[in-house]
C-alpha cells in the first residue's frame, strides 16, 4: 500500500514538473507580447462580444494586467441590443491585487450596412 502512494506521488510530481517546464515558456512569452504591443482584442469591432487584453504601465513600468470583457444581456426594448462590459486588473504594482469593481453597460440599435450604433436607450437592470 505505501509502495502505490509513493508511486502515485512521483508520478504527480513528474507530471507537475513537466507542466511547468511546458508552460512557463507560454506565460512569458504572453507578457512579453502584451509588454511590447497595445495588447490582444478579441471580436474586435463588434460591440456586444468584445474583449481586450493589454499590460498596464505607472511611472515605474509595468504594473498590472487588464481584461475588458464584453458579453451581451438583457435588453429593456424590442430592437435595442444590450451588452454589460467588466474590467479585471490584476495588479502587483500597489493597490488591490485583483479588483473587478469596474462594469458599465451600452445599448445598441442597428444601423445601415449590417452595423450597430450605440443608443440613449438605458440597460435593463
Not at 468584445?50 to 438583457?74: F, H, K, V
Request: charged share 15%; aromatic share 12%; net charge neutral.
Amino acid at each position: 500500500m505505501v509502495y502505490q502512494v509513493r508511486l502515485w506521488l512521483e508520478r504527480l510530481g513528474i507530471g507537475l514538473v513537466a507542466f511547468l517546464s511546458l508552460s512557463a515558456p507560454f506565460a512569458f512569452g504572453f507578457l512579453y507580447y502584451l509588454g511590447v504591443s497595445d495588447g490582444i482584442e478579441i471580436n474586435a469591432g463588434d460591440p456586444l462580444r468584445e474583449s481586450r487584453i493589454w499590460m498596464i504601465y505607472n511611472e515605474n513600468g509595468p504594473s498590472g494586467i487588464g481584461w475588458l470583457r464584453t458579453a451581451p444581456t438583457d435588453s429593456p426594448r424590442d430592437g435595442v441590443q444590450c451588452a454589460r462590459s467588466q474590467l479585471i486588473v490584476l495588479n502587483w504594482g500597489g493597490g488591490p491585487l485583483l479588483d473587478a469593481a469596474a462594469s458599465y453597460c451600452r445599448c445598441y440599435e442597428p444601423a445601415a450596412g449590417n452595423r450597430l450604433k450605440e443608443s440613449l436607450v438605458a440597460c435593463a437592470q
